[in-house]
C-alpha cells in the first residue's frame, strides 16, 4: 500500500471519489475479496485519509451495490452468487443488444468506427492470452463491451450500462478457472467483432445471447468446485 500512500499524497486531494476509484479497483481486482469487511481505520491510515471522506466513499460505493452495509457490523464487499450472475448477464444482454440493433441500423460508417475500436481491445486480449495474464484480459473483456455500448451512441444506454461494470468485472475475474484456454475468450470476442463488422444482426444478437449464458454457466460452474453456495 506505500505505492497508493505515495500517490494519494502527490495528489494532494484525498477526496471520496479518489478513494471510492482506489477501493473499487481493489475489490474488482480480487485485492478485497468477496465477503470481507471494510477496516475503516485500516484504510484510514493506509490512504492518510480522515474518516469523513473514506465514510462518503464508502456510502458511494454501497450506492453502487458492491458494498453492503449491515446494522451494528459494518460494510462487506458484496458476495456475488448463482442469482447475481444470472440478473447481471441478463440485463448486459438486453443492453448489449440493444446497442446492437442501434449500431447496425446506424450505418456503415458508425459500424466501421465501432470496428476499429474494438479490433484493437481484440488484439490486445490476444497478446494477453500469449502471456497468460488473466487480469488485463479481464479489464480488456469489460472494455470491449463497455465500448461496444458506447459506440451505440446513445448516453442513457451507456449510463445505465456502467452502473453493470463493476459487478461483470467482479465476474469476469472469476472465469479464469473455469475457462478452458484464455483463447477461448479471445475467439469468443473475435467472433462478436466480425458478426458486427459483417452486419449480420441475426448472428450478432445470437452470439451475445451466447456469449453472455454460457458466461452465467462458467460462474456457477467455478463457484461448485470452489465449494460455495
Known amino acids: 500500500m506505500a505505492a497508493t500512500e505515495e500517490q494519494f499524497s502527490l495528489e494532494g486531494r484525498p477526496t471520496?471519489?479518489?478513494?471510492?476509484?482506489?477501493?473499487?479497483?481493489?475489490?474488482?481486482?480480487?485485492?478485497?475479496?468477496?465477503?470481507?469487511?471494510?477496516?475503516?481505520?485500516?484504510?484510514?491510515?493506509?490512504?492518510?485519509?480522515?474518516?469523513?471522506?473514506?465514510?462518503?466513499?464508502?456510502?458511494?460505493?454501497?450506492?453502487?451495490?458492491?458494498?453492503?452495509?449491515?446494522?451494528?457490523?459494518?460494510?462487506?464487499?458484496?458476495?456475488?452468487?448463482?442469482?447475481?450472475?444470472?440478473?447481471?448477464?441478463?440485463?448486459?444482454?438486453?443492453?448489449?443488444?440493444?446497442?446492437?440493433?442501434?449500431?447496425?441500423?446506424?450505418?456503415?460508417?458508425?459500424?466501421?468506427?465501432?470496428?476499429?475500436?474494438?479490433?484493437?481491445?481484440?488484439?490486445?486480449m490476444a497478446k494477453h492470452a500469449v502471456a497468460s495474464n488473466w487480469e488485463a484480459i479481464a479489464g480488456l473483456d469489460m472494455q470491449?463491451?463497455?465500448?461496444f455500448v458506447a459506440a451505440a451512441g446513445n448516453s442513457r444506454l451507456n449510463r445505465i450500462y456502467k452502473a453493470l461494470a463493476t459487478e461483470s468485472r467482479m465476474c469476469v475475474l472469476n472465469l479464469e478457472v473455469s475457462y478452458p484456454r484464455m483463447e477461448v475468450l479471445v475467439e469468443e470476442h473475435q467472433d462478436l467483432l466480425e458478426l458486427l463488422e459483417a452486419g449480420d444482426r441475426e448472428g450478432l444478437l445470437a452470439a451475445i445471447k451466447r456469449?453472455?449464458?454460457?458466461?452465467?454457466?462458467?460462474?456457477?460452474?467455478?463457484?461448485q468446485e470452489q465449494g460455495r453456495p
Do not use: W
Open 16 to 124: 471520496a471519489q479518489l478513494i471510492a476509484d482506489h477501493l473499487r479497483e481493489q475489490i474488482v481486482r480480487g485485492t478485497i475479496r468477496p465477503g470481507q469487511q471494510i477496516n475503516e481505520s485500516l484504510v484510514a491510515s493506509q490512504l492518510n485519509t480522515s474518516r469523513g471522506p473514506l465514510r462518503e466513499a464508502l456510502q458511494r460505493l454501497c450506492q453502487e451495490g458492491i458494498l453492503i452495509y449491515r446494522r451494528n457490523y459494518g460494510v462487506f464487499v458484496l458476495e456475488i452468487g448463482p442469482t447475481d450472475f444470472r440478473e447481471i448477464y441478463s440485463a448486459r444482454e438486453t443492453i448489449e443488444s440493444t446497442a446492437a440493433r442501434i449500431l447496425l441500423d446506424g450505418g456503415p460508417v458508425q459500424i466501421r468506427d465501432a470496428v476499429e475500436v474494438l479490433k484493437e481491445i481484440v488484439d490486445g
Open 144 to 147: 470491449f463491451h463497455s465500448s
Open 211 to 223: 456469449h453472455m449464458r454460457e458466461a452465467v454457466t462458467h460462474l456457477i460452474a467455478t463457484q
